[in-house]
Nanobody, 124 residues
Framework: QVQLVESGGGLVQAGGSLRLSCAAS????????MGWFRQAPGKERECVAA????????YHADSVKGRFTIPTDNAKNTVYLQMNSLKPEDTAAYYC?????????????????WGQGTQVTVSS
């Protein structure tokens, strides 16, 4: 089992920044792919960024390229989502997810463990 706990959401004005944290515990060595997803009301859950604990390439959705990054702190088993230049359309519930054994994917159904989610609201 892998447990994921997100934190760092909140209300911010357009143009502002937030940093989300996802602390992993349990059998973290069994998970390699990590993703950040978001879901707005009435919309499907979408991957905004993803990375492998082992390093290598990262993924950023076109809608967040140049604004969001996905740094990690392997010593703390924590993955972050640094969000800059936030827009009202970034408003959503944000979730981190872990994928067992292998590299990240961008489809939500490929992930095995999910955090509880944290709300991000960007006001105009």
């Amino acid at each position: 089992q892998v447990q994921l706990v997100e934190s760092g959401g909140g209300l911010v004005q357009a143009g502002g920044s937030l940093r989300l944290s996802c602390a992993a515990s349990g059998r973290t060595f069994s998970a390699n792919g990590m993703g950040w997803f978001r879901q707005a009301p009435g919309k499907e859950r979408e991957c905004v960024a993803a990375i492998n604990w082992s390093g290598g390439s990262t993924y950023h959705a076109d809608s967040v390229k140049g604004r969001f990054t996905i740094p990690t702190d392997n010593a703390k088993n924590t993955v972050y989502l640094q969000m800059n230049s936030l827009k009202p359309e970034d408003t959503a519930a944000y979730y981190c997810a872990a994928r067992l054994g292998t590299n990240y994917r961008t489809d939500a159904r490929s992930y095995d463990y999910w955090g509880q989610g944290t709300q991000v609201t960007v006001s105009s």
